[in-house]
Antibody, heavy 112, light 107 residues
Framework: QVQLQESGPGLVKPSETLSLTCTVS????????WSWIRQPPGKGLEWIGY???????NYNPSLKSRVSISVDTSRNQFSLKLSSVTAADTAVYYC??????WGQGTLVTVSS | DIQMTQSPPSLSASVGDRVTITCRAS??????VNWYQQKPGKAPKLLIN???SLQSGVPSRFSGSGSGTDFTLTVSSLQPEDFASYYC?????????FGQGTKLDIK
């Protein structure tokens, strides 16, 4: 059974870079697309972007200037970086293999 | 971007009731709609993909229909574990977008 687990700091200061990693277990990262999705507290879902195992990416235009997704096939991991964060970036961040497999989510709070 | 307009935003119902949630896309998206159930503190769970294809393990009381721009999720007879939030999503084109959600609670 494929499992995904997000990891990274739960608190990030304004203007800094949010960095999260998703570790995939129970299956290979190869030959699939992998996505990041976020959900501000009490609000709806927003797709951030995806990466193919080969490294090609596609980002939400609303975040494109600040987001970067990378993959490390040797570690079965993919990562998210979101720069210049503000309080509006406070959310639960999910990684997923579209669209059946999701991580449990990790809350990232942007605050000084 | 393709907008997904979901209604109603909230719904109160009783065990055994039949409920329907609708989603309207801002353009033709064929049948590229997914439906999710989300419980508090949990990740979304895929119920239906491609508008009407029930995921393995999902009870048959859940069904989806529609194509083009109008889609529905129906629960034929609500069970206590069905009280949750529900989201539609279009996977026709990027950026993938979600409806605003429907919170289903007990009357």
């Amino acid at each position: 059974q494929v499992q995904l687990q997000e990891s990274g700091p739960g608190l990030v200061k304004p203007s800094e870079t949010l960095s999260l990693t998703c570790t995939v277990s129970g299956g290979s990262i190869n030959n699939y697309y992998w996505s990041w999705i976020r959900q501000p507290p009490g609000k709806g879902l927003e797709w951030i972007g995806y990466i193919y195992y080969s490294g090609s990416t596609n980002y939400n235009p609303s975040l494109k200037s600040r987001v970067s997704i990378s993959v490390d096939t040797s570690r079965n991991q993919f990562s998210l970086k979101l720069s210049s964060v503000t309080a509006a970036d406070t959310a639960v961040y999910y990684c997923a293999r579209p669209w059946v497999y999701w991580g449990q989510g990790t809350l990232v709070t942007v605050s000084s | 971007d393709i907008q997904m307009t979901q209604s109603p935003p909230s719904l109160s119902a009783s065990v055994g009731d039949r409920v329907t949630i609708t989603c309207r896309a801002s353009q033709n998206i064929n049948n590229y709609v997914n439906w999710y159930q989300q419980k508090p503190g949990k990740a979304p769970k895929l119920l239906i993909n491609l508008a009407s294809s029930l995921q393995s393990g999902v009870p048959s009381r859940f069904s989806g229909s529609g194509s083009g721009t109008d889609f529905t999720l129906t629960v034929s007879s609500l069970q206590p574990e069905d009280f949750a939030s529900y989201y539609c999503q279009q996977s026709y084109g990027t950026p993938y977008t979600f409806g605003q959600g429907t919170k289903l609670d007990i009357k």
